[in-house]
């Protein structure tokens, strides 16, 4: 009987209470409690997406099983898709579906109140201007515009209209990083003196693609610039950069698919990063952080994640990770479309500022320059007109 | 330059696959390409609801989100509730809520074709009986009545009405348990010869739950032993079971809350399990199949799980599991709707059978009687009217 | 800058401290510092020792480390391999080899004072009364004689001559399964309400050894066993067990090569076990302690633990775990071999006691028993001579 | 019966085989059939061994285990301590003991043919040059020399006199690491892209220490460095570095504590550093490397790795990496003991080459500089003697 001396008062005695890191269980505990400070109490927005491609389709399917959302215009260029679309998302007679060259009907129409942007990079700017000049608050897949004067632009028309402009970095908005970023500025590590984050890409992007994405820098790079600097909450003041093109079409196109980058920060924490075009084994996602006090870091999430197989002599093995950016960030698009919701209709700040954006594109700039010169890069944010203080 | 020789042709020349184990992925392929093949073409089914407390509340949340059911009538009787829960939900003023006396509403609306059932347990029996009298395919928590008896008598109802009754096992569902089952069906582990099932309940249920619960073998162990005879594909010939009540409520109630068994089937193969009616650190479900190729488990799932924490000596530490069944089960809660949705919709046949629940019920009957009288007990299931061979 | 606030005082200021999971570095600290309370200040035993086959080659290996320990024989019955011993072990040619109808001279040989007895079952007896009788301590392979008689015998010579008579239950010193039991025995998890271990051996023993080998319950469970009663430190009073023989050569001899059991004790734990003759991914042995506070559990260990491997679609690829005994259990031999020579040298209590082997030995006769029978078995402790208190 | 079916043929027609990475099941299985090919055959050496600081216990801990060696000198400064030492390690009176001052009686016994030094770094040059001409073979604790032209002409006078002058580099001796850089050399992760590498040290070494360590990235660095080229098999073109003094007693005397690097090699592959004198969780230390094929990885080793607590709402629990380079790489330091003595017994080729050795230091001289001034630093080889193939 050597622990039964250990049982203690029954648990009938205790008071309940749960990890607050179980978010599905807040969000059913909410539920059944009908808990409405959690919830909108509006009207659900009405809405128009544009392009149904890669992007465009993880927000469709978001939208779709959303309550807080009535769709009422598809604008994409393949209209022998519409009937096709129609059945597969049992879609009502009340949803139009029109061709980009009618779009005009969708900013005339005074009904809709938001707009989903997921069409090709070029047309970005053109339909971000005219949502916002028709009053509507505008979802936008990066970038905003294809440079950094047109997206300077495109939010000071947001801001003297009043309205939304919403730039989509999804991978703020995935639970783990968003848990790393949160405990990091709690204090919980100290002061960071090392941050690292990996990104390698899958499946392999086509070169059509690739032609066309800005080069790796501003398509991809970016998204890793702004998690360090939005984990750390400051802005590098040295860049150095090297970058290979290991894959011939690849190099043939002046693009690289190697890249490794070293951002220094004001406070002497360095971020460490490494991109790659291609990974065999599927979407590789993680992030580090360590300071004086301990380390944090997001390893790989995988579907059935807690699945282990031992069969002969072929070692541990468990799942993939997950393939590809629509089912590792599902979860991302789905809370994304959940704070774009809640910017619009309870007002709450938006968590990705105009600024941010411009500064990660500046970053990108100067790291490409840095791997493409072969120098270290120093950075003087006082000529810009960014905050001292990142938050 | 050592490992640039095994560099090999440009990954341009593969041919791409994924992983299938990433069925996130998946679903985002059938949406990007409208693959009509694993959607509907149906029109949305009509709905009611019976009871919006623990898993009704997990229901509506996942009825709401689903485009193939429109929701038309809310049965509960908290209507003091109804305008908190049109507002939470952002319900339209086409959903009628009604409280269970005015149920006859439902059962005469030829519009509404389905019924879910999350009321209490005791209510079950009726509410099934008139949906399928009046022509409704029923999706109801388990159990579908209080004894065998009435349960057979409702399947009996609904088979010579042509009507679904579908029993909602939930486990079943789950991604993960489900692909353990699929590859033991296919041999990967060979002819098993141990399966391991632990199943420990969080948060504590209330003492009032567990007085109408009917015994935790039927509570919970029915959910055991239906994982090991579905994994299994076969029916125990013997059962053999112990248990204690260190609870001091459980055992004034002359329940249990410790319980282990063991389950020996024809094959040579073996179920063990263990159960417990509370676990501090959550909700605890595991399942492994060990046989004479190999093994497979399936671990405790947890929220952000890639994530790792190393501060001063504490250890590592990464995240709690799931805290209870609605956050733990939360995919499988939605896969179970869309596989009722898919009997009801597209005639895919029902993977809960109606014999499979009265055997897993008799099982729980007399694995409760072995843990009262200390006896082994044997089964002879050519007296029941089951089939010989579990698929 | 916004981490850098956390920064705080010098870590030079901290008082340094390390966790004391990292016992490799409490031995590197002990041997820098020369802290002689770890040490044995005693004169090198000399020892003999019997048998070379599977486990003592064990044993010799860490006995030719180890400088608390001066070899002088080896008795063995193949005189053909004495030279190869000799070269591949360095031995001096103060060692002398002999063959076992020789014995005499050991037991004759006042300088040795310690016996190693790693030959067959049979033999055990005759060395151990032998040695004992010539004041020597004696290590001896499980188990010290073939029946519960001759072993009581063995150990009441020992006790009369006041010698150590040491059965070697390897498990007990592997740091992993010991630093569970010292935490359930703190009372970490509480009153324990599950207990649960498994194992399966690898490789799959000759059919030649399992006919002498007493059957898998004595082989075998007798450690499961040993492990169930030494973490709860209490007895079992009742013993329910299920059996299957899948393998045919194993069906040939009336043995079991599957086997799962429950053992209920008078605190209310059960402890539940799962045992196979044959795993094909290797040694596979786990421990896990449930109770009302928590779980701790060990799973398996593996050389390169923390290698991983993603290559294509394949997913996570870790190390197999262990193959052999040998393998999985090498640091508890040497740790088991430090305690027999801290008992011999310093004093220290013996920590396998005689009633402890004679109860583990009752138990697995039991649960034979009732797999055979398919009857449960209370055993009522207080006929025999078996201390309330299992410490 | 459903798996029944895969049953197949009976285990023991089986041909057994076991899994490479077992390698303690391969030293059990060549201790028990006495393979001689993986053993000495050679008569222990003679040796001293100089210094029993830090790293000088360590060794002195494999040396008194290893039957291959007779221990006959210990030259230490602190003569207060001999008595404590041939107590606390049970030396036999055959050690002889003394001060540094009389170290000519070593140089001179001409039984002594091999000397291991662990004395402080000023020392090395001047017992290896000693040793040297006294015909011994030498293994030294890195630095072999203060700078890199002593260390030029200790190798030269190894090589004229045909003595082996060995540097230990003990991280390419872990099995888990020289596991990786196998498999990596095979192709398995096919052309490297990044290679990268986490250093950061447990426990803060003292000031004084740090004060004649000789700077961060001589003192660490190396090992990194080393690490990445003994991996990718080629030496680097291109270095960029950055590092930050957070501790204040750090920045006081010029070193840093937090160190991050950038290596391009002429193959394209890239590798990444990170390195910090400080980490509070325990010694870090990982390597990763990615190619076109895929990833193999080194996380953290821990001791009773595979022990899990789950208590309350805490999260699972494992136990902490190793606080220390001694625990951690203990096993490093045996198998690099046996590797010194098969290039002395057996003459296998010396594993850490003279000019890996040169040209690893000068890559930390590099870094060093690149971090000071902010520049990027091209190395172009040729003009050393460095063979173009790195092996």
Redesign the interface.
């Known amino acids: ?8 008062p ?3 005695t ?1 008071k ?4 607050v ?5 807040t ?2 505990f909410n ?2 409690t ?3 400070s959690t ?6 927005v009405v809405a128009a997406i544009f392009g149904l ?2 992007a465009g ?2 927000h ?2 978001s939208i ?5 959302i009535v769709l009422k215009y598809i604008v994409d260029d393949r209209p022998e ?1 519409f009937d ?2 129609r ?5 009502s007679d009340d949803v139009v579906m029109i061709m980009s060259k009618d779009a005009d009907r969708v900013y005339k129409d005074k009904d809709v109140n938001v707009v989903f942007i997921g069409s090709p990079t070029y047309t970005h700017h053109d339909i971000v201007v005219k949502s916002i000049a028709a009053n509507k608050d505008v979802f936008c897949e990066k970038p905003i515009a294809e440079n950094i004067e047109d997206t300077k632009k495109c939010y000071e028309a947001a801001k003297s209209k009043g309205r939304v402009l919403f730039a989509a970095f999804n991978r703020r908005f995935d ?2 990083y968003r ?2 970023k949160e ?3 709690k ?8 941050l ?1 984050v ?1 990104a ?1 890409d899958s ?2 992007p086509s ?1 059509d693609y690739l032609k066309t994405s800005g080069g790796v820098f501003h398509d991809c790079l970016v998204h890793d610039i702004d998690m360090s600097c939005w984990v ?3 802005l590098p003041i ?1 860049v ?3 970058a ?6 690849v190099k043939e196109i002046d693009d690289f ?2 890249i ?3 951002l ?7 971020a ?1 990063g ?1 991109n ?1 075009r ?5 979407y ?1 996602q993680r992030l580090e952080v ?35 950016f ?2 590792r960030y ?1 979860l991302a698009y789905i809370r994304e479309l959940e704070h774009f919701l809640d910017i619009v209709q309870k007002g709450v700040p938006m968590e990705v500022t105009s600024w941010q954006t411009l500064a990660v594109s500046k970053i990108a700039t100067v790291a490409e320059e840095s791997a493409r010169t ?3 890069i ?1 950075i003087d944010w006082s000529k810009d007109d960014i905050p001292a ?3």
């Open positions: 009987m050597a622990t039964k001396k250990f049982a203690g029954s648990p009938y205790f309940p209470s749960y990890p890191e179980d978010y599905l269980h969000e059913y539920n059944v009908t808990n409405h919830k909108s109490q509006a009207k659900p491609g890669r389709s993880i469709l399917s779709v099983r959303n309550p807080r898709n096709n679309l059945k597969y998302w049992d879609l639970p783990a848990g790393l405990r990091v500025r204090g919980e590590v100290g002061h960071v003196q090392i690292k990996t390698r499946p392999l070169i750390l909450g400051e040295r150095q950069s090297t290979s093109a290991l894959i011939p079409e698919d190697t490794a980058f070293l220094t920060f004001p406070s002497g924490a360095v460490i490494d790659s291609f990974s065999t084994y599927g590789d360590f300071g004086n006090r301990g380390m944090i870091k997001v390893e790989n999430e995988r579907p059935c994640h807690s699945t282990e197989t031992l069969v002969g002599h072929e070692g541990l093995k468990q799942t993939p990770i997950y393939y590809s629509p089912s599902r072969g120098r270290t120093d203080v990142y938050s």
